[in-house]
């Protein structure tokens, strides 16, 4: 399908808004920055001086801009990409509208794992990375088991597929109290609970790297499949008919989808609803093609999730509320607003 004058154009506002969205978000804290003292903070590290005097801008003002703020606003700008692009591809796969990334136990499996190094201090040979490690490890392990439940004759059987998801994530959730019980101290129970309500509150410049990798190289292989995935949508059957290796493309799709939301999770907890909302806002803009909905949902899902940890910073300030509380507030409206819709339309059809 072409993409149209409309479409174009619509594409163009996400882009510039996407912009506009991590520029501005850079300044807005508890600490506030003007957008001349943001761009003179770029400008410093780009230039290769990390401070010097006389440019308006203190050398504390320099190091929240640069090293807090800036990989805290692209983290989540990525997460939220990923997470919505995700969404697109659990969809697609199990031709459901209302699944999200979560749907196979991974946030369980990185809630889990993460717990064990935040209360016991496990996979602390990971060194700096320790939670972002042990959080993909216990996505990995979570998504092992769903497929290898999954399978049936060689092939992934859909529906199994979710009760597998469903069953792997209530182990790792009982799991994830059995720790809690076990804690030793209320303090890494607090942080615990922070991290799974989703924070990007301890964002580095490292943390970027491997969700960035993953999301391009995730998004460029769904580009490149995207006739693929509108194919499966319209059944096994109809995929199968149009020459589409139906086996293979359920296996890596649901690769992919892990891949991704391991990633996610594994540098921001679990922030919820993102995967579900964004892919049906680009449905609604833009039509069915998958070619069109990967990138807007990305555009979408970066842009909110930045805007919802500009509201967790500000809303309690001087305190932090998790991420995912905000987009939960959001999200639970549009689950029930979609939920509702999706009856309505079942309703229409059958009469």
């Known amino acids: 399908?072409?993409?149209?004058?409309?479409?174009?154009?619509?594409?163009?506002?996400?882009?510039?808004?996407s912009v506009i969205s991590l520029f501005f978000a850079i300044g807005v804290g508890t600490a506030m920055?003007?957008?001349?003292?943001?761009?003179k903070s770029i400008t410093m590290h780009l230039s290769g001086t990390d401070y010097y005097d006389g440019c308006g801008l203190?050398?504390?003002?320099?190091?929240?801009?640069?090293?807090?703020?800036?990989?805290?606003?692209?983290?989540?700008?990525?997460v939220g990409a990923v997470l919505a692009v995700c969404g697109v591809t659990m969809q697609a796969l199990v031709r459901n509208n209302l699944a999200d990334p979560f749907i196979l136990g991974v946030s369980s499996g990185a809630s889990a794992f993460a717990s064990l190094f935040m209360v016991f201090g496990f996979f602390t040979f990971f060194g700096k990375f320790a939670l972002s490690l042990s959080a993909f490890l216990g996505a990995l392990v979570s998504i092992v088991f769903?497929?290898?439940?999954?399978r049936t004759g060689g092939r992934i059987n859909i529906p199994q597929l979710l009760l597998a998801g469903v069953a792997?994530?209530?182990?790792?959730?009982?799991?994830?109290?059995?720790?809690?019980?076990?804690a030793p101290n209320i303090f890494s129970l607090r942080n615990v609970s922070f991290w799974l309500s989703g924070s990007l509150a301890g964002a580095r410049w490292e943390y970027l790297t491997i969700p960035f990798?993953?999301?391009?190289?995730?998004?460029?292989?769904?580009m490149l499949n995207y006739r693929a995935l509108n194919a499966l949508v319209m059944?096994?059957?109809?995929?199968?008919?149009?020459?589409?290796?139906?086996?293979?493309?359920?296996?890596?799709?649901?690769l992919t989808a892990s891949l991704m939301a391991g990633a996610a999770i594994s540098v921001s907890g679990s922030i919820g609803f993102v995967g579900m909302m964004m892919p049906h806002i680009a449905r609604l803009l833009l039509g069915a093609d998958h070619k069109k909905?990967?990138?807007?949902?990305?555009l979408f899902g970066g842009t909110l999730v930045v805007w919802a940890d500009v509201a967790s910073r500000t809303i309690t300030a001087p305190e932090e509320m998790p991420v995912g509380i905000v987009t939960a507030l959001v999200g639970a409206p549009f689950f029930i607003f979609v939920l509702k819709r999706e009856a309505s339309a079942n309703s229409l059809k059958m009469n």
């Open 33 to 39: 920055f003007s957008p001349m003292e943001i761009v």
């Open 58 to 78: 203190s050398k504390l003002g320099y190091n929240m801009i640069w090293k807090m703020r800036v990989p805290r606003v692209l983290l989540g700008f990525i």
């Open 168 to 182: 792997v994530a209530m182990i790792m959730d009982a799991f994830v109290s059995l720790i809690n019980v076990l």
């Open 146 to 150: 769903v497929y290898c439940i999954s």
């Open 213 to 222: 990798v993953v999301m391009i190289v995730c998004m460029a292989y769904l």
């Open 293 to 298: 909905i990967l990138p807007a949902s990305a």
């Open 1 to 17: 399908m072409n993409v149209t004058k409309k479409q174009k154009y619509i594409f163009a506002v996400l882009a510039a808004i």
């Open 235 to 254: 059944g096994e059957e109809v995929a199968s008919t149009l020459g589409i290796r139906v086996s293979f493309l359920q296996k890596s799709l649901v």
